[in-house]
């Protein structure tokens, strides 16, 4: 009688276990497709999503600020909007901590892409003028 108890407890633990990891394939084959769907339409969006979380147009969603056009974005507007955001999903005064974290990785973003900007331009710049080494004729 133990034996066939043990033994239904056994296959039934392994349906579900099978089961489990059956559709965590599935999950994780789905999500590789999408990605490849995604760096078809834009080679650099699929290394920006997985990188960073966050597309620059969700993280201008979720602090409802402008994207930033050229590179230029009125970051003056981003701090106060991530400021009050990330005060209101304060944890320890009733806010949620997943909120707040959304928050501060949709400030990340969109400084980062304003500094990548920067840099570009002043990599143009520099190219434009030309390499101009500080030469000293006294020494």
């Known amino acids: 009688m133990a034996h066939r108890i043990i033994t239904q407890v056994v296959l ?3 349906r579900v276990l099978g089961r489990a990891f059956a559709e965590a394939y599935r999950q994780a084959s789905a999500s590789q497709r999408y990605a490849a769907q995604g760096s078809k339409k834009s ?4 290394a920006n999503f997985a990188s960073h979380g966050l597309t620059l147009d969700e993280a201008c969603k979720i ?4 994207p930033p056009q050229g590179g230029k974005a009125n970051m003056e507007d981003v701090m106060s909007r991530f400021k009050t955001l990330f005060d209101k999903n304060e944890p320890k005064s009733g806010g949620s901590f997943y909120l707040q974290s959304k928050v501060l990785r949709a400030r990340e973003r969109i400084e980062k892409e304003v500094n990548e900007a920067a840099e570009a331009v002043e990599r143009e710049a520099e190219l434009k003028e030309g390499w101009k080494p500080k030469l000293y004729k006294d020494r």
């Open 12 to 14: 039934i633990g392994s």
């Open 43 to 46: 080679p650099s969006a699929a």
């Open 63 to 66: 602090l409802n600020v402008k």
